[in-house]
């Protein structure tokens, strides 16, 4: 298991940026697949992007594709998630999460932060 707190978030015009970060508590960090969901109020929660242990490989839902970059700092054991031109629809708690051998599927992770509120107005 891995803890995972993240940060950034917050209220932001339509238009706007923010970037989200995610702290992991492990040494072991750097073999983990981070991943970044959210969930909008009634709604269930979905993917957003992920990113594999190396930086190499990323993955994004066709929503937030040319707007929303994953990266991460395997020596600062953080991913972030890059969020420009927001739109209302972007409103959600965003979680971050880690898994050994995950892509863009939740049951594939197997630690997940408390999440942080995204909130867009128009």
């Known amino acids: 298991q891995v803890q995972l707190v993240e940060s950034g978030g917050g209220l932001v015009q339509a238009g706007g940026s923010l970037r989200l970060s995610c702290a992991a508590s492990r040494r072991t960090f750097s073999i983990y697949t981070m991943g970044w969901f959210r969930q909008a109020p009634g709604k269930e929660r979905d993917f957003v992007a992920a990113?594999?242990?190396?930086?190499?490989?990323?993955y994004y839902a066709d929503s937030v594709k040319g707007r929303f970059t994953i990266s991460r700092d395997n020596a600062k054991n953080t991913v972030y998630l890059q969020m420009n031109s927001l739109k209302p629809e972007d409103t959600a708690t965003y979680y971050c999460?880690?898994?050994?051998?995950?892509?863009?599927?939740?049951?594939?992770?197997?630690?997940w932060g408390q999440g942080t509120q995204v909130t867009v107005s128009s």
């Open positions: 999460a880690a898994g050994a051998n995950a892509n863009v599927l939740q049951l594939q992770y197997t630690s």
């Open positions: 990113i594999s242990w190396s930086g190499g490989t990323t």
